[in-house]
DNA sequence: TTTGTATATCACCAGATGGTTATGTATGCA
DNA sequence: TGCATACATAACCATCTGGTGATATACAAA
C-alpha cells in the first residue's frame, strides 16, 4: 500500500462526517465501524466509504476483532495540516512577525 | 453577506491550488487577482472562483486599486481549523494523557 | 452445515466541483 | 469618446463525491 498523500489527508478532514468519526476515535478509542455510524444518517455503505477514506488517509488502522473490525486512530498524518496551518497561527493570534509585516498594506 | 461557516474553511483548504494562494498572500502580502495567478496552470475564471471561495470562506479580504483588485490575507477563520486539530496535536506528539489514554487497546 | 451478524464492495444515481469559452463590468488612458 | 486592461460572472461540460440498495465476504453460533 502507497503513503498516504497530504492531499488526501486535506480531502478527508474536509468532510464534517469524516472529521466527526475521527473525533467519536479520539474519545472513545477502538471502535467497531458500525458503532461510529451511531449518530451518523446516512447508511452502512456510506460509513463504510468514509472508513476507507480516512484508512487510505492514513489516519485510521484496523484490527479484526470477532466479527467486528475494531478503528483506532492513527493521527500521525495530521501533522501535515498542522505543519501547514501552524504557517498562520501567527497572524490570527496578533503577533506582527515577519511575516505579518507583509500584510494589511493599506493605506 | 453571512459569515462563513467552518465547514467553508475546511472546504476552501481542501483544494492544492487554493492553498497555494494563501501560501503566495502569506508571503508576499497583498496581491493583484491575475499575480496570484503566476504558477497557477489554469483559465483566469478558473483563479478567480478559487478567490470566491476564499472569499467567502472568509480567507481574503479584497480592495480595488486602481483597475486591480489587491486580495489580502485574512487568516482568522483558519483557527476554526486549528482549534479541532489542536485536540489531536498531543497524540503524534506522543504524550500519553487522558485522551490518549482511550487508543490502542491492542492487546 | 445453516443461519445470523458485521463489514466491504458493486453498480448506479444526483448533485457538487473545477474546468472551459464567451461575455459583462469597472477602471485607466489616448 | 473609444479602446485596452483587470477582473467577475454566465453558461456549459466532464469528473468527482457522497448517497443508495443489492450483494459478497468473514466470522460466530446454532
Redo the contacts between chains.
Keep these: 500500500m502507497t503513503a498516504a498523500t497530504t ?1 488526501q489527508v ?2 478527508a ?2 468532510d ?1 462526517a469524516r ?1 466527526s468519526i ?2 467519536r476515535l ?5 471502535t467497531a465501524a458500525l458503532e461510529l455510524g451511531a449518530g451518523f444518517h446516512g447508511s452502512q455503505p456510506a460509513l463504510s466509504k468514509h472508513l476507507r477514506v480516512l484508512r487510505e488517509a492514513g489516519l485510521v488502522r484496523t ?1 479484526r476483532d470477532g466479527r467486528r473490525v475494531l478503528y ?2 492513527r ?2 498524518p ?2 501535515d ?2 505543519r ?6 501567527q ?2 493570534e496578533g503577533r506582527l512577525d515577519a ?1 505579518a509585516r ?5 493605506p
Design positions: 492531499q486535506f480531502r478532514i474536509a464534517p472529521r475521527l473525533d479520539a474519545r472513545e478509542g477502538a484490527r483506532t486512530l493521527p500521525g495530521l501533522a495540516v498542522e501547514w496551518i501552524s504557517l498562520y497561527r497572524f490570527w511575516l507583509h500584510l494589511d498594506e493599506t
